[in-house]
């Protein structure tokens, strides 16, 4: 489990070595706010290729 604190206005980074593929729910673990229920993401852990895919979608490019 990996956990970190987010401001409003303050950019966090977070690196780590996934060593699965696959899709990994995440969501605040702070009761913060009236949208604290809203809060949920996915990381999604994919392959270099699938990656370097992701990002030509991110320019306008076929992927
Ligand atoms: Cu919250």
Redesign the pocket.
């Known amino acids: 489990m990996i956990q970190m604190q987010n401001l409003p206005g303050v950019t966090n980074h977070l690196e780590f070595t996934a060593n699965k593929l696959g899709e990994y729910p995440g ?7 009236r ?3 809203q ?1 949920l993401f996915t990381v999604k852990v994919v392959t270099p290729a699938e990656y370097k895919l992701y990002l030509e979608t991110l320019k306008g490019g076929q992927a």
């Open positions: 969501r605040c673990n702070i009761l913060c706010g949208a604290h229920s809060m």
